[in-house]
């Protein structure tokens, strides 16, 4: 399967801080990213989703001025977390699909960012 | 009623056991439907596709019954390494970006 990176996979920030976390595929060209956040024992909700040089679609009920996405080139897009507080702290997991050799529809999920606001 | 629902489980189920798991969804028009595979804490990993003929891989089979609207997954001769949570992922369309997730179903092999 494809391989998607994210980073940092861990941080701990304090109340009021904006917080940067980067998603990449790394073997192939995701033309479409998407942004997940997951409280514990909770589904996965989608919080927003990207195209290449194009402005991220936000979900109902997620802040596009809260929640920044870039989303730069085929390989990376980052999700900065704006004046993060404690109600933010969450597991942030990044998706990427695309790709000529991929399934179109298939995501391929990074490891996840687990962030905590103190 | 959600667009796509599970059975949150727990499945405790003694190793060696067969253990299914459906899920539904309401969208009839829907096209594409897959299941992953979460385990504690970490991302979730693509399982399988579901066709509309059903298809297996080893000791797991997805079916798909869209006259009634749900998705199934068989888990044969269960191991201690498939505990872990199973989401339930459908697309409306084909082609179409957004994904729906399941709450997930909870398995539990036990030794």
């Known amino acids: 399967g494809a391989v998607v990176s994210q980073h940092p996979s861990r941080v701990i920030c304090k109340s009021g801080t904006s917080v940067k976390i980067e998603c990449r595929s790394l073997?192939?060209?995701?033309?479409?990213m998407f942004w997940y956040r997951q409280f514990p024992k909770q589904s996965l909700m989608l919080m927003a989703t990207?195209?290449?040089?194009?402005?991220?679609?936000?979900e109902q009920g997620v802040e596009k001025d809260k929640f920044l996405i870039n989303h730069a080139s085929l390989t990376l897009s980052t999700l900065t977390v704006t004046s993060a507080h404690p109600e933010d702290s969450s597991f942030y997991i990044c998706s990427a699909r695309g790709g000529t050799r991929l399934a179109v529809e298939t995501q391929y999920f990074g490891p996840g960012t687990r962030l905590l606001v103190l | 009623r959600k667009e796509v629902e599970q059975d949150p489980g727990p499945f405790n189920v003694p190793e060696g056991a067969t253990v299914a798991f459906n899920c539904t969804y309401s969208n009839s028009a829907s096209q594409s439907f897959f299941w992953y595979r979460q385990d504690c804490r970490k991302e979730p990993k693509l399982l399988m596709s579901?066709?509309?003929s059903g298809n297996e891989d080893g000791r797991f089979t997805a079916q798909l019954n869209r006259a009634s609207q749900y998705i199934s997954l068989l888990i044969r001769d269960s191991k201690l390494s498939d505990s872990a949570t199973y989401l339930c992922?459908?697309?409306?369309?084909?082609?179409?970006?957004?994904?729906?997730f399941g709450t997930g179903t909870k398995l539990q092999v036990i030794p």
């Open positions: 992922v459908v697309n409306a369309e084909r082609g179409y970006q957004k994904v729906t």
């Open positions: 579901v066709y509309s």
């Open positions: 990207s195209n290449e040089g194009s402005k991220a679609t936000y």
């Open positions: 073997d192939f060209q995701a033309t479409t």
